[in-house]
């Protein structure tokens, strides 16, 4: 066992609620002290240390910032951060050994949120991480409320609404609707989601799933919102 596993086990459980992080290194020693910096300060992490390993990890969860090395193996961390940015506004600081200024540039100019050189102090990266989410803490959303594109769904009274619109749900696509918002962007199987409408089979969560995308989706054959993860179930992105 190494000793960010000992810390971790020695740790209380974090909130459901705690800022997801990814962190993109392929140096093992950066992402192992970074992972145990940032769960001891109250965030989970999910770990890549390649341009692989991070795509992989970005088709299951949703993450509240991406922390990028710049010189990796393979893709480079401004090749992931261009081809994420044609999809995604998902915010992220970017790690380099260089200190040149065009560097800097170029990251700023795909769209990098913040840059930071090595060696750094842990704790500037913290501040520079916490900045980074109180610029993208989304101002729409109230206390019950999650927000995905133009909806709104409020926790309390199980409502959908396309700005002001009031969305009609049945019953059933509100409970569904409500374990997604429940599930914190994680994905969500298919047996629980058969077990919350007592369906017969999981063909009858694919057909709710198929009419919950009819309303909140503008193209559901290519849903921006509600995706499949194979091999886990649907997972609901919401801001």
Not at 82 to 90: A, F, I, M, W, Y
Not at 149 to 172: C, Q, V, Y
Request: charged share 30%; net charge negative.
């Amino acid at each position: 066992m190494t000793a960010v596993q000992a810390l971790d086990m020695d740790m209380p459980p974090l909130p459901d609620d705690a800022p997801h992080i990814l962190v993109v290194d392929d140096d093992e020693r950066i992402r192992d002290l970074l992972g145990g910096y940032l769960r001891q300060n109250g965030f989970r992490v999910t770990q890549a240390e390649d341009g692989a390993a991070a795509w992989s990890r970005l088709k299951g969860f949703a993450f509240d910032c991406i922390i990028l090395d710049v010189m990796m193996p393979g893709e480079s961390g401004f090749d992931i951060a261009e081809t994420l940015r044609k999809t995604s506004d998902v915010p992220i600081l970017m790690l380099t050994a260089r200190a040149e200024p065009e560097h800097r540039v170029r990251g700023l100019e795909l769209g990098v949120d913040d840059y930071l050189p090595k060696p750094f102090e842990p704790r500037e990266l913290l501040l520079r991480l916490q900045n980074i989410l109180k610029r993208h803490a989304s101002p729409r959303a109230k206390p019950g409320e999650a927000c995905f594109g133009p909806f709104t769904f409020n926790l309390r009274r199980n409502e959908l609404k396309r700005g002001e619109e009031l969305i009609r749900l049945t019953d059933k696509e509100r409970e569904v609707l409500r374990l997604f918002v429940l599930a914190g962007g994680e994905p969500v199987s298919r047996e629980d989601l058969a077990n919350l409408g007592e369906y017969d089979n999981e063909r009858a969560v694919d057909v709710q799933i198929n009419r919950l995308r009819q309303k909140i989706e503008t193209d559901p054959a290519n849903p921006a919102y509600l995706q499949t993860v194979r091999g886990k179930g649907y997972v609901l992105y919401v801001d």
